[in-house]
Nanobody, 123 residues
């Protein structure tokens, strides 16, 4: 499988922007669809965005549609999440994950996870 390391989190004011990166090790990165999830304190981990292995297809949670953009560079083994017009409710730990299975529930299809990066949006 693939090892993932997120970076780019931080503290930003409402309305600001951040760009998260997820660097992958291993030669299999380009085989996997990738996704970003987030988990706020005391809440479940939820889906944010997904990108196909080729980058040709993307999908977003309604809460971030039009504000966030997921992209990938397979030559650099990296997936990105550009976050614009940030809101305090976007505050969470953000995780990237590789979709290593094509069956089961949403979370169970993602077999490789990063350690997460904290995003805090102040009002």
């Amino acid at each position: 499988q693939v090892q993932l390391v997120e970076s780019g989190g931080g503290l930003v004011q409402a309305g600001g922007s951040l760009r998260l990166s997820c660097a992958a090790s291993g030669r299999t990165f380009g085989r996997y669809a990738m996704a970003w999830f987030r988990q706020a304190p005391g809440k479940d981990r939820v889906f944010v965005a997904r990108i196909s292995w080729s980058g040709g297809s993307t999908y977003y949670a309604d809460s971030v549609k039009g504000r966030f953009t997921i992209s990938r560079d397979n030559a650099k083994n990296t997936v990105y999440l550009q976050m614009n017009s940030l809101k305090p409710e976007d505050t969470a730990v953000y995780y990237c994950a590789a979709e290593t299975s094509d069956s089961g529930s949403l979370l169970s299809r993602f077999g490789s996870w990063g350690q997460g990066t904290q995003v805090t949006v102040s009002s």
